[in-house]
């Protein structure tokens, strides 16, 4: 009998000195999160939003939909591509801040898109990578650049380097306009 009390003696104190430390640690205030508090998780926060996007020409042909929303605390951006010829793809793009830029990787069911970058000195996203085609496994550098508009609507020009020709060459340019205050009725599309 001796032993168990001084073994139950010993599981009280164990508690009685554990305890405080507990209620100490459970009232500590949590670290902030660095993606709100590091001005760069927010640089691309220009393109959040559902967009009909369209050529950028005089043509204006309608090209498809996009839904880009943030995640985790600010430290995600999705993207959700719905293209008017049924093309569909999808991107994750996230500042790191080891590398101090800017990294997405973009899927669809043909191609892969994976560049970094960051602002450039009129505000625009740069980024730069690979493209890589899975039909004919080639693959070619790759950038594009999203530029905010004082209208509130973004231009998105990709270029991909031909390396035959040594040149960069326009793959698409499209312009953002946020559905609401799109002027074309869905109807119409």
Request: proline fraction near 5%; glycine fraction near 8%.
């Amino acid at each position: 009998m001796k032993i168990l009390t001084t073994t139950l003696g010993f599981a009280v104190l164990a508690f009685a000195v554990a305890n405080p430390a507990l209620a100490q640690s459970t009232t500590t205030t949590p670290p902030p999160n660095q993606c709100e508090v590091n001005q760069h998780f927010s640089d691309f926060d220009f393109w959040v939003g559902d967009w009909k996007v369209y050529s950028n020409d005089d043509a204006r042909t309608f090209a498809g939909t996009n839904s880009i929303t943030k995640h985790y605390g600010n430290c995600l951006i999705k993207e959700s591509w719905q293209g008017a010829s049924d093309s569909a793809g999808f991107s994750i793009n996230y500042f790191d801040p080891l590398d101090d830029q800017w990294r997405q990787v973009w899927v669809s069911r043909n191609l892969s898109i994976d560049y970094t970058g960051g602002l450039n000195d009129e505000g625009a996203m740069v980024l730069e990578g690979t493209i890589h085609y899975y039909g004919n496994g080639t693959s070619f550098p790759f950038r594009g650049i999203w530029s905010a508009q004082e209208d509130g609507s973004v231009v998105q020009h990709f270029d991909q380097y031909d390396p035959e020709t040594e040149t960069w060459n326009v793959w698409f340019e499209g312009l953002y306009i946020k559905q609401e205050a799109d002027p074309n009725p869905p109807a119409s599309n």
